[in-house]
């Protein structure tokens, strides 16, 4: 016999998104229910032991742990209740806007789950060496850099004894850091852009503390070795166009990839969300709710995110709108939102007139000052400086609906004032 | 003539550049540009007279859940200490439940700096 | 000990001849080079089963062809490995393509092939919808498909265990002596193992002509051919019901779009001469000529679609057909040496040709009275009813504990092929396809690292990717000194 039981909220994902949602849920009394496959709450943040999280949600700065630690007792506070160890292997919408959850678990084998309302906060997975199609050899000491962190930071295994790391994105370079403090030696880190994907703090305490060397607009051309990894060859870029008369080698045992990560929406496709391309996440509303009613969706399965901070607040409000939604409130007005100049994309796709709305971007550019303009049915409406503008550093707009007041297309644009290099010159 | 030093602050992900300044041959204190906030101007006086950094890492345990448990300093410890630190907390095994919070080690080399574990555990 | 038959080599040809002499008394040991059973030639090729219109029927490639793809049903039911009869479109762009097409779909008449069937351009696009809209023609042969087919190895390797065969790996014959007076074959491998056996099949693959050399064989030379293989993922929206073929060139029956056994494309394979036997490298300007080359016959193949790649060598010689005959400078020696394409759709005429050649050779084949004749159901979390699911959680638990999310595989899988003796990452991955979806075993690799060294009592920083010296990890945290920080 197969179990079946009914909840209000059925929260995909135990991380930092899925608690945030949940909390707000179980806090206004709706029965709420985490799923996740790993033993213990709390996500990628039980991982990531380092500093540096916490800034802006708590006002002190924490580990991953205690972060994680944190929000894991503020949503059993709140009554969440937790299904660990349980992967959803199946969900479908029920004819009557229900939804319907398979799964799987070792403790309680097969269970179904009814819910009047899905979040989706299932985080990421990470681009790998196979997605990018490095040529060369299939040797051992090939790793993507959270797994590698998994397996030094919660099994204390040390993936190699000398590594490379690929992709100079936080977790690569807060991973250069781990290495070395873990009797580990790092040769490079190889960036095919002319500016490091990470933040500079991490740049400045997790490689120039070590004189790591950053090789920018270099990429690895190969990767050599035929049991373990013996080397890496690297070349410097021309217009993105590997100069292999210039490829030099480096000799590792390891290589770390950390060239992205891509939104895990398995399960969203199979509820027919709809997704946005520049996101790889979905396409949401002002109440991040999903082109599915009754499905929502926070932190980086919508959009990848550099700071967990903002995932919780991100998530955290789109718990507030499932409340609103179970309520029966009416969809939030689908005004089209679109990303204008010098940004990759815009959170959430669609506004709502007389809505306070927080939108979220990611610049295509390094700038040391530019002007974030929002401009609807051509007239600008709202306009704010920011300084020290990098594709690794997301932006957020907050809106109030009394700027929101017309029906039409809202469009943010980035208008470049002042080059990074102009003000280093200065 | 005034010395020159330029830094970047790592107090928060904001990564503000800053400058330090003083007179040549002065020994007094460095006037600090650039910082959003005070704690930049705390960082690079910091940074040029005795630089520090929060140490985070893990110890191996005998929890089921969390072989090995991570462990932080309090507040940030002298660079020169952070190797000989590691090569301690990696010879150690403890003994759970742990709070987050709790003291592994009390005062680091004489440095009033501790270490705290930075999670719970109770199995 | 004296063993009956030695069969240097657990590929396609080893393995089916394996599966074969299982089902006689005699005792066989099958003898295996790397960490695990086809991890050489067999497990990095296009997996096609092909129609047997590619080659005339006068070379003996094609007579074993045509006669192994017949076989592949009754093998399936028996030892249920993943294979579908999807059929192979044949697609040309032009009407000089149309000419090789029409002597192709004659070939394969000639070869007495059945239900060939020549297309135009509205039959092909209802047949597979995914085509380029500008094909002009070409020929539909139902009875081709796509295998997994170091399944099939597992598989067949598997079903001769049970038959009473035995499997030695990372036994590397470097010498081969017979022994005249009491008529044995004395092998012995690089690590100093030995065994005796009356007779030997050279199923060594790439290296054929190094054992055909060390046991004092007839000469020859094996030359690697590469090729290059791009996996897409399962949600590819380019994913084709049949499997497409350009027209060939002299080389190659050229790069095709596959659609796999296990419900992922496979674009590929390149055909370059090889240096070195072990070289399976890629490099960037063959996957630019692979996605050029199927981008023009069918639609939507995108690069960011791509999880992984790899490349595999086909053992070819001079003749380039098939080299099956018992050696006549060694006594006893079965020579089964060039076994590229269509080796693997020929693989079980093969055994059943090998065994023959063994009875000509004087050996005495007596059937047994009792055999296994097909293996156990294996069951795969990913295919099962949540009522089927539920039955096995009664079991064990460890059924619904998923361990790779993104190809549905359960810890009972994992622990299945540990137990079967699966070690390695690479085996367990190819045994349980754990890993191979599209993160690539970044969530999962830790996972079944742990799950191997717990049921294998091997320790993690021992565990390896594929044998050898291919050690996964470098050793426990605390076990490399910290070194000071650098002073400013």
């Known amino acids: 016999m197969i179990e079946d039981r009914n909840v209000d909220v059925a929260v995909i994902g135990a991380g930092a998104a899925g608690l945030a949602a949940a909390a707000e849920c179980a806090d206004h009394g709706l029965e709420t229910v985490v799923i996740d496959r790993e033993e213990l709450p709390g996500g990628i943040l039980r991982q990531c032991i380092h500093n540096g999280f916490g800034l802006r949600y708590f006002h002190e700065e924490l580990t991953g742990p205690e972060y994680a630690d944190r929000v894991v007792e503020r949503a059993a506070a709140s009554g969440v209740k937790f299904q660990m160890n349980t992967t959803v292997s199946d969900v479908r919408r029920e004819e009557n806007g229900d939804f319907t959850l398979l799964l799987l678990s070792e403790q309680s084998g097969v269970t179904r789950v009814h819910a009047r309302a899905v979040v989706l906060a299932m985080g990421c997975r990470e681009r790998n060496r196979g997605n990018l199609a490095i040529p060369g050899g299939r040797p051992a000491g090939v790793f993507t850099a959270g797994c590698a962190q998994k397996l030094l930071n919660t099994e204390g295994m040390l993936p190699g004894k000398c590594a490379v790391i690929v992709g100079s994105g936080d977790i690569g370079l807060i991973m250069a850091r781990r290495l070395r403090w873990s009797g580990v030696e790092v040769k490079a880190v190889v960036e095919i852009m002319p500016y490091a994907s990470g933040l500079t703090r991490n740049v400045v305490q997790c490689l120039n503390d070590f004189n790591i060397p950053l090789y920018l607009e270099h990429s690895v051309v190969s990767i050599n070795g035929r049991e373990r990894v013996q080397s890496v060859d690297v070349a410097p870029l021309h217009d993105g166009i590997p100069i292999l008369e210039q490829k030099f080698t480096i000799n590792c045992d390891t290589v770390l990839f950390s060239v992205g990560l891509i939104p895990e929406n398995e399960l969203a496709a199979r509820l027919g969300v709809e997704l946005n391309p520049a996101t790889g996440g979905a396409l949401v509303d002002a109440d991040y709710q999903t082109s599915v009613p009754g499905v929502f969706s926070g932190g980086n399965v919508l959009h990848v995110h550099d700071l967990v901070d903002f995932v919780s607040e991100e998530a955290a409000r789109a718990g507030r709108a499932v409340i609103r939604y179970l309520e029966g409130a009416t969809a939030a007005e689908r005004n089209p939102v679109r990303a204008g100049a010098n940004l990759k994309y815009v959170v959430p796709g669609y506004y709502a007139r007389g809505r306070d709305t927080v939108f979220a971007f990611r610049p295509l550019g390094v700038w040391a000052s530019a002007m974030l303009e929002a401009e609807l049915d051509g007239r600008v409406i709202w306009k704010r400086r920011c300084s020290h503008v990098r594709p690794a550093e997301m932006l957020l707009a907050e809106l109030s609906g009394q700027l929101l007041n017309a029906p039409g297309t809202l469009e943010f644009r980035l208008r470049p004032e002042q080059d990074e290099a102009a003000v280093e010159e200065a | ?123 | 000990m004296i063993y009956d038959v030695a069969i240097i080599g657990a590929g396609v040809s080893g393995a089916s001849t394996a599966w074969q002499l299982s089902h006689f008394d005699c005792r066989t040991i099958l003898l295996e080079r790397w960490a695990d059973v086809g991890f050489g030639v067999s497990k990095a090729n296009s997996g096609i089963v092909h129609g047997g219109f590619h080659h005339p029927v006068s070379t003996l490639k094609a007579k074993l062809e045509i006669r192994g793809n017949l076989m592949f049903e009754k093998l399936q039911y028996e030892l249920g490995f993943p294979f579908q009869r999807n059929g192979i479109l044949v697609v040309a762009f032009s009407e000089e393509q149309m000419a090789t097409v029409r002597k192709l779909y004659q070939q394969g008449i000639a070869n007495g092939v059945r239900n060939l069937e020549m297309c135009g351009r509205d039959r092909l696009l209802e047949l597979e919808p995914k085509l380029n809209p500008e094909v002009v023609g070409g020929f539909f042969a139902p009875n081709g498909g796509t295998i997994e087919p170091y399944r099939y190895v597992f598989s067949l390797v598997e079903g001769a265990m049970r038959n009473g065969v035995e499997l030695q790996c990372n036994f590397e014959v470097t010498q081969g002596k017979w022994n005249a007076e009491e008529s044995f074959w004395r092998l012995t491998a690089a690590d100093g193992r030995e065994i005796s056996a009356r007779r030997v099949v050279n199923a060594a693959g790439l290296f054929a002509d190094q054992i055909s050399h060390v046991c004092g064989a007839e000469e020859y030379r094996i030359h690697p051919r590469k090729g290059e293989e791009y996996l897409l993922d399962r949600n590819s929206s380019a994913r084709p019901r049949r499997v497409i073929f350009p027209v060939p060139s002299r080389d190659s029956k050229g790069v095709l779009v596959i659609p796999t056994a296990e419900g992922t494309t496979m674009i590929g394979p390149t055909a370059d001469p090889a240096e070195d036997k072990l070289d399976t490298t890629t490099s960037a300007d063959n996957m630019h000529r692979i996605v050029a080359l199927v981008r023009q016959m069918v639609n939507g193949i995108s690069t960011r679609d791509i999880i992984t790649s790899f490349a595999g060598l086909r053992p070819v010689l001079e003749s380039e057909d098939f080299y099956i005959a018992r050696s006549e400078k060694a006594p006893h020696f079965i020579q089964v040496a060039g076994i590229q394409s269509p080796g693997l759709t020929a693989s079980p005429a093969i055994g059943e040709y090998v065994k023959d050649l063994l009875k000509e050779d004087g050996m005495t084949l007596t059937e047994k009275n009792h055999v296994v004749q097909e293996l156990p159901v294996r069951h795969e979390i990913r295919h099962e009813t949540p009522e089927t699911l539920d039955t096995l959680h009664k079991d064990d638990p460890r059924w619904t504990h998923v361990v790779c999310r993104c190809e549905n595989i359960s810890e009972a899988e994992i622990i299945e092929a540990v137990r079967k003796g699966h070690t390695t990452l690479d085996g367990v991955k190819f045994y349980t396809r754990g890993g191979m979806g599209r993160c690539q075993g970044g969530f999962c690799s830790a996972k079944i690292m742990k799950i191997i060294s717990r049921e294998s009592g091997i320790p993690m920083e021992k565990l390896t990717k594929k044998g050898g010296n291919s050690r996964l990890l470098g050793g426990v945290l605390g076990s490399a000194e910290v070194e000071p920080m650098p002073e400013k």
């Open chain 2, 1 to 123: 003539m005034m010395k020159k030093k330029e830094l970047i602050c790592i107090s928060c992900p904001r990564g503000c550049h800053l400058t330090a300044e003083r007179g040549e041959g002065s020994t007094g204190e460095w006037q600090i540009s650039g910082n959003f906030c005070p704690r930049g101007a705390a960082y690079a006086i910091q940074e040029l007279n005795d630089p520090r950094r929060i140490v985070t890492a893990t110890v191996a345990s005998d929890s089921r859940l969390l072989p090995r448990l991570p462990v932080r300093t309090d507040r940030p410890l002298p660079k020169r200490m952070i190797a000989p630190l590691l090569n301690r907390l990696y010879r150690l095994r403890v003994k759970i439940p742990v709070k987050s919070g709790e003291v592994l080690i009390d005062d680091v080399e004489k440095s009033g700096v501790r270490v705290i574990f930075s999670c719970n555990c109770k199995e």
